[in-house]
């Protein structure tokens, strides 16, 4: 239990840096990479959840987040190089 509450502090404080980065970042891109990171810190979030409740699906769940959010981040990269 003592180790959830390390993980979960853990988390908030990537979070609140990540979120710093997303407001004060110098251009789109530091923007860009910090959403990417909030989207990786939530997935590990999910997985943490599904390791404390013993509910697995929450695992799938949280590959098909990934996957989704690694597919956004990648198309709008690409939007900003001028590819689309």
């Known amino acids: 239990m003592i180790e959830v509450n390390i993980y979960l502090a853990l988390i908030a404080?990537?979070?609140?840096?990540s979120t710093y980065r997303v407001f004060r970042g110098p251009t789109t891109v530091d923007r860009l990479v910090a959403v990417d990171i909030m989207t990786t810190i939530t997935t590990g979030l999910m997985?943490?959840?599904a390791l404390?409740?013993?509910r697995m699906i929450y695992i799938s769940v949280?590959?098909?987040y990934a996957l989704?959010?690694?597919g956004g981040v990648i198309a709008f990269a690409r939007?900003?190089?001028?590819g689309l």
Request: proline letters at 0%; hydrophobic letters at 65%.
């Open 62 to 64: 949280a590959f098909v």
């Open 79 to 82: 939007y900003l190089e001028g």
């Open 52 to 54: 404390y409740y013993g």
């Open 47 to 49: 997985v943490l959840f």
């Open 68 to 70: 989704l959010a690694f």
């Open 13 to 17: 404080i990537a979070t609140l840096l």
